[in-house]
């Protein structure tokens, strides 16, 4: 037996080493036109089956013409990542902000993933932002803070203003919006690069911090090895703990524990996604910064910060929303449901194209074998499932999720002044937060137009499509999720009742000119 599961593992490493081999090939070499031609048919015959709103922002007329007028102007062989670059603005044209396409990039074996891991790149411990049509340094998880402010003027020969106006082509918002793309190409800067060069070892920067600039170069760098153990001579004795000292210990690293998941921890840059403080002593203004809606245990958060809020009688709650790019459509429901004081109904009916979607998610051809076995093990139960919340209504199918059913505040419901704080990177589950509180006059707005429409957005359930030439991969929602209000014209955010925009030199002396704002306001109405 031991000997058959050796030849059985042997084989399996050979075939995957063969495959990733074979992957390396195809991306790399120059696709035949005829091969190209296809992945674009590929690309728009998916979003045909499975996108619901494909016309909702581009004309069907409009959208044909770009893709027809892309296969046209290919004329010569391409390698996948010059494909990748011809074919990002075709399908941003659609306009709708949870469509991605991502480039094809090398597969490494075992060992060579291993020899990465023991490298990191300067470059990507840097996090940017996009202000006033600069692109400057955020901050940094490398050591050299120095340069934190500083302007990004050119990567090697690039342009760095160039390199933005393309990368600004290889996605959308919802609609006709223009403030996500400020905000998202600073953001995922990093990620553009990447997606445009490839993986590299060093990078020439051109800074200009103040009136100066000069050029550093990123490296990728050996990570440090931990120390080794001293011998037992020079390594000192370790104090013995007592039975209730080991006791009192466990108990505090489950505290934390707890505390990190109800909070939502995000290791990367040690901060936590959901944050609550009163901000004065006497508990009459309190302020809740969310950065997004996926991690942790949010019930038990926001039960414990409204409970908070209800016992101080607290009269002013700023909510947060600032960057905040979307997430669990449950958690969001669940927040609405402290933030109102009617009864509400959350979301419509969502339009999708197939009656069995959760089936057509799972079955997509970069969906893992073992989760494609497993998935039709349990597909007689998927389908009754799906067929249960389906309904049809003018020619036209809608999952019926349960944020649809109409219901009641929570008991602990907040009722007093609520100021909300967006901007174009509020996104997807954070603008349709702010839909209905916007909608429903429950609070202040502060800042700029939320990049995720007011309308609703196609997202949900996502399908992932790999072009069988290319291998780049197309990410789309499966479901039109909105809330039962709309607004007219369609394709806009949320707009802020008070427009803020803050500028470099507020950041440079760190200055919140929206959060200052209303704390005047409060002031104002005491």
Same mark, same amino acid.
């Given at each position: ?10 084989? /399996? ?80 044209? &659609? ?51 120095? =340069? ?17 106006? =393309? ?21 995922h800067f990093s990620s553009f690069y990447y997606k445009d060069k490839g993986r590299v070892d060093s990078l020439k920067v051109t800074l200009k911090c103040e009136d100066s600039l000069y050029v550093k170069t990123f ?19 370790? =104090? ?12 505090a690293a489950k505290k934390k524990r707890k505390f990190n998941r109800k909070h939502g921890f995000i290791k990367k840059y040690k901060e936590y996604t959901r944050n609550f403080r009163f901000i004065e002593e006497s ?25 908070? /809020? ?41 339009? &999708? ?9 799972? $079955? ?17 139960? =998927?389908?009754?499932?799906?067929? $249960? ?30 100021? &909300? ?5 509020s996104f997807s589950a954070s603008s349709l937060i702010s839909t209905h509180l916007k909608a429903t006059k429950r609070a202040t707005f502060v800042g700029e137009e939320t990049g995720g429409a007011y309308n609703g ?9 790999? /072009? ?7 990410? $789309?929602?499966? $479901? ?47």
């Amino acid at each position: 037996m031991q000997k058959v599961i050796l030849v059985v593992s042997v084989l /399996l490493i050979l075939s995957s080493c063969k495959s990733i081999e074979k992957h390396n090939e195809q991306i790399s070499k120059l696709h035949a036109v005829i091969d190209l031609h296809e992945d674009v048919d590929k690309v728009y015959n998916q979003l045909k089956r499975h996108h619901p709103k494909l016309y909702q922002y581009t004309p069907k007329e409009v959208l044909d013409f770009k893709f027809d007028s892309l296969k046209k102007a290919i004329t010569t062989p391409m390698s996948s990542r010059g494909f990748y670059k011809a074919l990002a603005p075709v399908v941003s044209q &659609v306009k709708q902000g949870h469509i991605s396409l991502s480039s094809a990039n090398k597969w490494y074996t075992k060992k060579e993933r291993k020899q990465l891991l023991k490298n990191k790149f300067e470059f990507y411990a840097l996090d940017f932002e996009y202000l006033q049509n600069k692109l400057r340094i955020k901050r940094t998880r490398g050591k050299d803070s120095t =340069i934190v402010g500083c302007e990004v003027v050119k990567i090697e020969e690039d342009s760095v203003a160039d390199l933005i106006d =393309i990368y600004k082509t290889r996605f959308a918002s919802d609609g006709y919006n223009t403030t996500l793309h400020n905000r998202y190409v600073g953001r995922h800067f990093s990620s553009f690069y990447y997606k445009d060069k490839g993986r590299v070892d060093s990078l020439k920067v051109t800074l200009k911090c103040e009136d100066s600039l000069y050029v550093k170069t990123f490296r990728r760098l050996q990570k440090k090895e931990k120390p080794k153990k001293q011998d037992s001579i020079k390594t000192e004795k370790r =104090i013995k703990l007592t039975s209730e000292q080991k006791k009192e210990n466990r108990f505090a690293a489950k505290k934390k524990r707890k505390f990190n998941r109800k909070h939502g921890f995000i290791k990367k840059y040690k901060e936590y996604t959901r944050n609550f403080r009163f901000i004065e002593e006497s508990e009459d203004l309190a302020y809740m910064k969310l950065r997004s809606f996926t991690n942790g245990n949010y019930k038990r958060f926001y039960k414990e910060s409204f409970t908070k /809020l209800d016992s101080a009688k607290t009269k002013y709650l700023i909510l947060d929303l600032r960057d905040n790019g979307g997430g669990r459509i449950a958690e969001i429901d669940y927040l609405y449901s402290y933030l109102t004081k009617e009864k509400y109904k959350f979301i419509e009916n969502s339009e &999708v194209t197939s009656r069995v979607p959760f089936l057509k998610f799972l $079955m997509s051809n970069t969906t893992p074998n073992s989760i494609k076995l497993l998935s039709g093990i349990i597909s007689p139960v =998927i389908v009754v499932q799906n067929l $249960m919340r389906i309904r049809e209504r003018d020619g036209k199918l809608y999952y019926r999720f349960k944020q649809t059913k109409v219901r009641e505040p929570r008991p602990l419901h907040f009722t007093g002044k609520i100021y &909300v704080l967006i901007n174009g990177n509020s996104f997807s589950a954070s603008s349709l937060i702010s839909t209905h509180l916007k909608a429903t006059k429950r609070a202040t707005f502060v800042g700029e137009e939320t990049g995720g429409a007011y309308n609703g957005t196609v997202a949900g359930i996502y399908k992932i499509y790999e /072009l069988p030439n290319t291998k780049l991969k197309i990410r $789309m929602g499966m $479901m039109q999720v909105e809330a039962p209000q709309k607004q007219n014209p369609d394709g806009y955010g949320v707009i802020p009742d008070v427009e803020i925009l803050p500028t470099i030199i507020d950041r440079n002396v760190k200055k919140d000119p929206e959060f200052e704002w209303v704390l005047k306001d409060i002031a104002s109405k005491r």
